[in-house]
């Protein structure tokens, strides 16, 4: 579901470098946390919102990042009405929301590529620490690459094990499941390998 | 040219190559063997993946044990599954991944991209999540993020096995329409029947080195 998220485009969003729109989430992403007001929060919210048409996406595409953390927002919003008052729930939901769908829309108009290229500059400095900042971002892109093939794996092996009666059984998803991912990451390093991959 | 002499890879007690000593310089190679035969560590010591434990490979200039970077650049493979191959989420990201350690100017990755996407039809997919795209065309994107690397060898590990027949004739044409030297490793003995030449390969050793049909029915004949 991650993988793939970018949507090409030519909107003024879609322009701005991968830097800064990196830069703009962290500011949103700590600013949210600054503001305790619920009206402002709803009218960041409401600003992320309206981003989403002016960067080309229609409400489906809106809908289908903010589907999977609804249930969420419910239960903090809960937990906060439980503990506190419902103005103190609606600012926490405020705050998610907003992070969230503002990081959905950078990784919808910005490519994976621009991302980590993004991210290795972002790390440059850390060298002297010894961190790598290319296999850092090598790692990052295998996450998104393989959570999708992974996903398919464990389906194959849920579908096999159905077959046999073991559809209640987490041990005959797990166990197979694991071997088959240590495999492929002997595979995968092989074929990264043979692919020329330069981390110096 | 590619030289093997007195090769022997062992992994803790099995020997799984013995002493082979060949010289391959035909534009298309075949490589047959049972599962464990030794085939798949013979096309792996070609590119520098697998060390020979003693003696020497050498393809062209380069000597495996010390030019391994070199090699991999010159000698391309292509695995089995395209699913392993594929490192990047994006199509024409995965192809630009390879390029990266050529260090070119960024109008020359666009346009080895462009030229490569356009010559198997997958100029609609540039930007299309990869996972996404169908089994053939997944083998047919493996291959162009060797191909753009512009190598002079390119090592096929049973690169038709997992696909149906029409993905396997695409495929097929594919590596029949490649102006580099090929060396394909396969169980699918129609791929490699009009090949140059054809290896056979037997616990370890290389038991038939002939022209396709000789070799392929003394192959038909051990299987039998």
Do not use: C
């Not at chain 1, 589907?67 to 506190?84: D, E, G, K, S």
């Not at chain 2, 490589?31 to 010591?45: E, P």
């Not at chain 2, 991209?113 to 999540?129: C, E, G, K």
């Not at chain 2, 097929?172 to 580099?180: H, K, S, V």
Request: charged share 20%; net charge positive.
């Amino acid at each position: 579901m991650i993988a793939g998220l970018y949507i090409a485009g030519h909107s003024a969003l879609h322009r701005v470098a991968a830097g800064g729109k990196i830069l703009a989430l962290m500011v949103l992403g700590t600013g949210v946390f600054l503001i305790a007001d619920w009206p402002v929060l709803a009218a960041v919210l409401m600003v992320v919102l309206v981003l989403y048409p002016l960067s080309g996406f229609g409400w489906h595409i809106l809908w289908v990042q903010a589907r999977p953390m609804i249930w969420l927002l419910v239960l903090f919003f809960a937990v906060q009405l439980w503990l506190n008052d419902w103005q103190a729930g609606l600012v926490v939901v405020l705050r998610l929301a907003a992070i969230v769908l503002f990081a959905a829309l950078v990784t919808l108009t910005t490519k994976t590529s621009a991302l980590l290229a993004a991210l290795e500059r972002a790390m440059g400095p850390l060298r002297r620490l010894g961190v790598n900042p290319q296999k850092v971002s090598l790692a990052f892109s295998l996450v998104l690459r393989f959570i999708p093939v992974i996903a398919q794996v464990a389906s194959e092996i849920r579908d096999a094990q159905r077959a046999r009666g073991l559809d209640k059984s987490i041990l005959a998803l797990i166990v197979p499941l694991i071997i088959r991912t240590l495999k492929m990451a002997d595979d995968v390093a092989d074929a990264i390998d043979a692919r020329s991959f330069d981390a110096d | 040219m590619i030289t093997l002499e007195n090769v022997t890879v062992q992994f803790d007690q099995r020997r799984v190559l013995d002493a082979i000593s060949v010289t391959l310089t035909e534009r298309r190679i075949g490589i047959v063997g049972a599962n464990g035969s030794g085939k798949s560590t013979f096309v792996r010591l070609l590119n520098g993946l697998q060390t020979a434990t003693t003696g020497t490979v050498r393809v062209d200039d380069f000597d495996a044990a010390k030019d391994g970077r070199k090699l991999r650049r010159h000698v391309g493979f292509v695995f089995q599954n395209p699913d392993n191959q594929i490192v990047y989420p994006v199509v024409a990201e995965d192809l630009a991944f390879g390029l990266k350690s050529l260090k070119l100017p960024q109008h020359e990755v666009d346009r080895r991209i462009d030229d490569m996407l356009a010559r198997y039809d997958m100029t609609a997919f540039r930007n299309h999540p990869s996972h996404l795209l169908s089994g053939g065309q997944k083998q047919l994107l493996a291959i162009s993020g060797v191909l753009v690397m512009d190598p002079r060898y390119i090592i096929f590990d049973e690169p038709t096995t997992l696909l149906d027949l029409r993905n396997r004739n695409r495929v097929e044409r594919a590596i029949a329409g490649l102006d580099q030297t090929v060396i394909t490793v396969s169980h699918d003995l129609d791929l490699i029947a009009g090949y140059d030449r054809v290896l056979v390969f037997d616990r370890g050793r290389i038991v038939m080195d002939d022209l396709p049909a000789h070799a392929l029915a003394h192959y038909r004949g051990m299987m039998a």
